[in-house]
């Protein structure tokens, strides 16, 4: 896992290094800039002509130390001022100085088709405000150059906690950032206009009370616990699916599906009796169950490790009393459940089920399904994603798997983990209900003395196996025409790589 920060974090990280260890901020300018130098030579042509577009803060001091290294480098390089020197920060104003001293050229109306390559030091990650008049000009005949664009530390205009674009912002092809990854830099839209993104080490302190927010990396997947050559499908784990009304067998069928190509020893559907003859045609690894009674529901829930709860449950009589006694008979004996779908759309209808809740629940709703869990708008939601996520475990002591583009997972104690696997494609039919049956089957594989991994850490990891499954099918099959059915396919690659990186 790596460490991510909020603008905020990040500014107190940067003073404790400068007041606290005693490393000089010019110091820090200094390791920036040869950090985004090493890093755009690596894509730099034979004959470059660069532009260094600077504001007045200490992104734009990054700016100017990167223009001074690649001019001392011979490559042709330019500075186009963004602002008046009179406002220029401390740091900024020594590092124009020692520009003027080496003779940097300074354009005041750059022909844009002159450069090969452009590098934006506008704002950094302090923007608060959006991005007007002259400045949203700039960055508008920046985005229209065909050269390489490079921003340094995060794309201007790009509000660096919730990736959201501020009026306007710069379309960079790479960026490097300092110290450690920003939020801004995870959550659409920022993470598009970011492009390749480059965490670089200039020496930032790291405090321990830094923070609690992480992105998973492939080689996260060594923390999934061997399958142990001397068990059997007992040990491996027994998964129920809860799911499927008439008419929704498909939704059933991927989780469990999912949960058995991810590794869980057997599994077993409950659903409707018009569903049997489809998912034993389907899926004949598959028990089903399609009786519902006090004895049998007893049987089915005493027999399993995890339960999952809602894919195509449906939102009529049956649905509800199914979910109410499952999820509540759940709770009693302690067994994980992945809550998804129609499960969270009756939960939103029924606010007081939420009683049934706890630490044994992993809910896994997209922004729709929160909307009416909260009442928040769609948009609210989009724009404080982290938050929403982390507020909702919080309050129900679950772990929260808020699905998007960057998918969020958040404990109910506070920790946030952002996923950055996956891709556009997996925005199709079933992708979530595959999901589920991903995430049962990663909480079977700690069932055997691995009580010491948390939900949401368990959680996260199957949101990202289920990524790494979207960018393998995305590999054979393109985005657009990528399906569920193809995520589980998937599934054995991903574990193949996942052994790959373990060598």
């Known amino acids: 896992m790596k460490e991510i920060v909020t603008c905020s974090q990040m500014k107190a990280l940067d003073n404790h290094t400068i007041k606290e260890m005693g490393i000089p901020s010019c110091v820090l300018m200094e390791r920036a800039a040869l950090k985004c130098v090493e890093e755009a030579e690596k894509i730099f042509g034979p004959q470059e002509s660069v532009l260094v577009v600077c504001g007045c803060g200490n992104n734009g001091g990054d700016g100017i130390a990167i223009a001074r290294m690649l001019h001392?480098?011979?490559?042709?390089?330019?500075?186009?001022?963004?602002?008046?020197?009179?406002?220029?920060t401390e740091e900024t104003a020594l590092q124009w100085k020692i520009a003027r001293n080496y003779h940097i050229p300074r354009v005041n109306n750059p022909q844009w088709r002159e450069y090969t390559t452009i590098?934006?030091?506008?704002?950094?990650?302090?923007?608060?405000?959006?991005?007007?008049?002259?400045?949203?000009?700039?960055?508008?005949?920046?985005?229209?150059?065909?050269?390489?664009?490079?921003s340094v530390d995060?794309?201007?205009?790009?509000?660096?906690?919730?990736?959201?674009?501020?009026?306007i912002a710069f379309r960079a092809d790479l960026t490097v950032t300092f110290g450690f990854r920003k939020r801004g830099l995870c959550f659409y839209p920022g993470r598009m206009y970011a492009g390749k993104t480059v965490v670089a080490d200039i020496g930032i302190y790291r405090t321990k009370e830094q923070g609690n927010a992480f992105v998973m990396e492939e080689q996260d997947l060594r923390c999934l616990p061997p399958r142990r050559p001397s068990g059997n499908k007992g040990t491996f784990g027994k998964v129920l699916v809860v799911a499927g009304s008439e008419g929704m067998c498909g939704a059933a069928y991927l989780s469990a599906a999912a949960a058995l190509k991810a590794g869980a020893g057997m599994v077993q559907i409950q659903t409707v009796e018009a569903n049997r003859i489809p998912l034993q045609i389907l899926l004949p690894e598959a028990m089903v169950s399609c009786t519902f009674t006090e004895e049998e529901n007893s049987r089915i829930l005493s027999w399993c490790d995890v339960v999952v709860i809602g894919p195509g449950l449906g939102n009529y009589g049956l649905s509800y009393e199914r979910e109410l006694w499952f999820l509540k008979k759940a709770g009693e004996l302690h067994k994980p459940v992945i809550l998804d779908a129609d499960g969270l759309n009756l939960l939103a209808l029924r606010p007081k089920w939420k009683e049934y809740?706890?630490?044994?629940?992993?809910?896994?709703?997209?922004i729709g399904e929160m909307s009416r869990l909260t009442g928040k708008t769609i948009g609210e939601i989009q724009n404080c994603m982290a938050e929403t996520a982390l507020s909702y475990a919080e309050e129900t002591k679950t772990t929260c798997v808020l699905k998007d583009a960057c998918t969020v997972t958040a404990g109910r104690e506070g920790n946030?983990?952002?996923?950055?696997?996956?891709n556009e494609g997996m925005a199709t039919a079933g992708s979530g209900d595959v999901l589920t049956g991903i995430l049962a089957a990663v909480f079977c594989m700690y069932l055997d003395g691995e009580a010491s991994v948390s939900s949401e850490i368990k959680a996260a990891l199957g949101v990202y196996l289920h990524g790494r499954c979207g960018d393998i099918a995305a590999e054979k099959y393109g985005s657009r025409s990528l399906t569920a059915t193809n995520l589980i396919e998937a599934l054995p690659e991903a574990f193949c790589r996942k052994e790959e990186v373990l060598l």
């Open 154 to 167: 995060i794309p201007s205009g790009i509000d660096g906690n919730t990736g959201m674009e501020m009026g």
């Open 119 to 150: 590098v934006d030091a506008i704002f950094g990650a302090g923007l608060s405000r959006p991005v007007e008049g002259n400045m949203k000009n700039l960055i508008h005949c920046m985005n229209d150059s065909s050269a390489k664009k490079i």
């Open 357 to 366: 809740l706890g630490e044994h629940v992993v809910v896994t709703p997209h």
């Open 416 to 422: 946030l983990y952002l996923n950055l696997s996956g």
């Open 72 to 88: 001392l480098k011979g490559i042709r390089t330019h500075i186009f001022l963004a602002g008046k020197e009179e406002s220029m």
